[in-house]
């Protein structure tokens, strides 16, 4: 099994025992080294606001989960510093949405990615930039 494969294994098996992403229903789509794809179901029962648009907070804890799987794609554990999020526009199909994290500077304490949310009509909903504090290393931990 090449490195990559035991980090995508390590990750799915932390990851499908985390509350939130539990409750949120978010599910990973996809991990490649320095990148990741996550998808969340659209259930108007707690993923849309008054409006019935959804939620900014439901699409911003999907863009932190995306970030924090981009990290740890690449063995390292870390923690968001600081995540900034513009919302362009919602969804036209109100059926899924998608993130996708990238790294874009991969230091020794600090992380530096970048997030598109897109729904399954390919509409633009929010571009975001993180930095994330590396914490630990994956690859040591016993998953």
């Known amino acids: 099994m090449t490195k990559i494969e ?3 294994k390590a ?3 932390i990851w499908a025992a985390n509350a939130l992403m539990q409750v ?3 599910e ?10 996550l998808s969340m179901p659209i259930d108007f029962e707690i993923h849309t ?5 959804v939620h900014g907070g439901a699409l911003a804890t999907l863009a932190d989960s995306a970030c924090g799987i981009a990290c740890a794609s690449v063995g390292k554990i870390a923690q968001t510093l600081n995540m900034n999020i513009n919302y362009i526009s919602n969804t036209r199909s109100m059926n899924r949405v998608f993130a996708t994290a990238e790294i874009v ?3 020794q304490s ?5 997030v598109k949310i897109n729904d399954d009509v390919d509409t633009l909903m929010c571009d975001a930039s993180a930095v994330y504090f590396v914490s630990g290393n994956l ?5």
């Open 110 to 114: 600090t992380i530096n990615l970048r």
């Open 139 to 143: 690859d040591d931990m016993k998953v």
């Open 105 to 107: 500077h991969d230091g």
């Open 28 to 37: 990973i789509e996809e991990i490649r080294e320095g990148k990741a794809t």
């Open 24 to 26: 949120l229903k978010l």
């Open 6 to 8: 035991e980090r995508e």
């Open 11 to 13: 990750i799915r098996k």
């Open 49 to 53: 606001n008054h409006w019935l648009g």
